[in-house]
């Protein structure tokens, strides 16, 4: 992550000395993890001894939250959470942690305020609303991609709440796929045009619409719910990153207005939610400790 970084970081040349690279990426790492804003991580810094210890700075020169917020911004202005991702997604895969012979797909709905007690007067332009259930929310989607095997993110995509997961299919797959699943939501989704040249298996879950009408003690019907259920296991691995974004991590609604900002956001925290994951197998192999 040092190498991606450091040939767009400031050197501090002809003024104060920049802050250690190391130092500035382990605090906005430690401010995703525990879900900080800018004042409240220098706060933080300076009560908290062992997050000092962590990001290998003292208490004579901690950096101010003028600092955090510029580094965040020197992040998404060069694009560089989502080759954080990537590097980290790497590092695992070096590792045989990600097999990339499958995919489950699948989005959730992060929430945005709806008020329109703020300064101007109105929602974020770039968030919509939309109906799941007999529930509206209002937000943005995460559309993710992850390993069918070891369940870790390797594709994300942030569009408003009312854009189709179906329309999203196409970003969320590295190419050496030979099957990809899904929810009933993408259904269809295989006789959409970009996906017509690709030679894969579909498995996508069917509504309960499909098999109920032959009656719930039917053989058909049987065959049909083992079938799903068949599916519904391995699909659920697309779960774990979203659960540990919004329980570990503390993440239900989107911290920023506009898209860019809050998918950067995301690319940091399903990079974590990875590492998060994978802890196990590490610290078996002596790659990390505790």
């Not at 929430?111 to 929310?137: C, I, L, V, W």
């Amino acid at each position: 992550m040092i190498n991606l970084i450091e040939p767009h970081y400031p050197k501090g040349e002809g003024g104060r000395p920049a802050y250690p690279l190391m130092a500035v990426l382990r605090i906005h790492l430690m401010q995703n993890w525990f879900g900080y804003s800018d004042p409240a991580m220098e706060e933080a810094l300076y009560e908290t001894t062992i997050l000092r210890q962590f990001a290998g700075l003292s208490l004579d020169r901690i950096p101010d939250e003028t600092t955090i917020l510029n580094f965040r911004r020197l992040l998404e202005k060069h694009e560089l959470a989502g080759g954080i991702l990537q590097v980290i997604n790497g590092y695992l895969g070096d590792r045989g942690l990600m097999l990339r012979q499958g995919t489950v797909v699948d989005a959730t709905i992060i929430h945005a305020p709806s008020s329109t007690k703020n300064k101007d007067g109105k929602r974020d332009p770039e968030m919509h609303q939309t109906k799941k259930g007999n529930q509206y929310f209002f937000g943005m989607k995460a559309h993710i991609g992850v390993d069918a095997e070891s369940g870790l993110v390797h594709s994300l995509v942030g569009t408003a709440a009312n854009v189709a997961d179906v329309t999203q299919v196409d970003q969320l797959l590295h190419g050496e796929e030979t099957y990809v699943i899904g929810d009933a939501g993408y259904t269809g989704v295989d006789k959409r045009a970009e996906h017509q040249n690709r030679q894969m298996i579909w498995s996508i879950a069917a509504r309960p619409s499909c098999y109920k009408k032959h009656g719930k003690t039917s053989l058909i019907t049987r065959v049909y719910r083992k079938i799903e259920f068949a599916k519904a296991q391995v699909r659920a691995k697309v779960e774990h990153p979203f659960r540990v974004i919004k329980r570990q991590f503390g993440y239900t609604k989107v911290r920023f207005r506009g898209l860019a900002k809050n998918i950067a956001q995301q690319a940091t925290l399903f990079a974590l939610s990875n590492l998060w994951m994978a802890r196990k197998r590490l610290l078996a192999t002596g790659e990390v400790r505790l």
